[in-house]
C-alpha cells in the first residue's frame, strides 16, 4: 500500500502564494504519477495537475501560469507550488498517485486527506 500525507494548506489573500507538500510512504517503487486534485463546496472533484516519473507536467487551464508541481524522488514528495491565488482557488486539496493507466487517463489508486486552502478577497 501507499499512503500520502499533505501539508502546506492555510488561509491566504488574494494574490498571495502558498506551497502544498505531499509525502508519500509504502510500496512507493509502483507510484508512476503523483497529482494534485482540488474540490469546493458544492462542485465536483477536479484534476488541477499532475507529473509523471519522467518529469511531464499537465495543468488545468484554470491554475496555467499560476501553479508548479514538481516532485522530489528523493523524498518521496511532491509539492504544488500556488501563485497568485484566487478566491475561486479556494478548495480541499487532495493529493493522488498512480501506479498505472487506462487509455489516456491515470488510474489514480492512492488518495492523501486533504489539505484546505482558503483565499480571501
Known amino acids: 500500500q501507499v499512503q500520502l500525507v499533505e501539508s502546506g494548506g492555510g488561509l491566504v489573500q488574494a494574490g498571495g502564494s502558498l506551497r502544498l507538500s505531499c509525502a508519500a510512504s509504502g510500496i512507493i517503487f509502483r507510484i508512476n504519477t503523483m497529482g494534485w486534485y482540488r474540490q469546493a463546496p458544492g462542485k465536483q472533484r477536479e484534476l488541477v495537475a499532475f507529473?509523471?516519473?519522467?518529469?511531464?507536467?499537465n495543468y488545468a487551464d484554470s491554475v496555467k501560469g499560476r501553479f508548479t508541481i514538481s516532485r522530489d524522488n528523493a523524498k518521496n514528495t511532491v509539492y504544488l507550488q500556488m501563485n497568485s491565488l484566487k478566491p475561486e482557488d479556494t478548495a480541499a486539496y487532495y493529493c493522488?498517485?498512480?501506479?498505472?493507466?487506462?487509455?489516456?487517463?491515470?488510474?489514480?489508486?492512492?488518495w492523501g486527506q486533504g489539505t484546505q486552502v482558503t483565499v480571501s478577497s
Open positions: 493522488a498517485a498512480a501506479v498505472r493507466r487506462t487509455g489516456i487517463n491515470w488510474d489514480w489508486d492512492y
Open positions: 507529473i509523471t516519473s519522467s518529469g511531464s507536467t
